[in-house]
């Protein structure tokens, strides 16, 4: 799921199906619910990208774009991510990929 989806699929495992814990949830996105969920132990993974990286890439592109410097821009760029679980959430390394308001 997502970060929208995701919230309602957490609500349902958590309140209506009573199934916290039993039902594995990988979510993507990694906003402060999705964080606190996993942290819970209702969601069991994130797939998170770093979302500073990706803003600042493209606002970057964009003015290479507007600016006549269109060289080098590539059609594709590759955003990564990171698989955050409640063993490495609290890790510094993880701290970038974690979207914070």
Known sequence: MNVVSGNGVTQ???????????????????GPPQVQAL??????????QYPYGI???GVFEAYQYVTGHK??????????????????????????CLYTP
């Not at 349902?12 to 990694?30: I, M, P, R, T």
């Not at 080098?72 to 970038?96: D, E, F, L, Q």
């Open 12 to 30: 349902a495992v958590k309140a209506a199906a009573g199934k916290a814990g039993k039902v594995k949830l990988v979510e993507f996105d990694a």
């Open 39 to 48: 942290k819970a132990g209702t969601i069991d993974a994130l797939v998170a």
């Open 55 to 57: 803003g600042t890439q």
């Open 71 to 96: 060289a080098g821009i590539a059609k594709h760029y590759g955003t990564g991510s990171a698989v955050v679980t409640r063993a490495n959430v609290n890790n510094p390394a993880y701290k970038k």
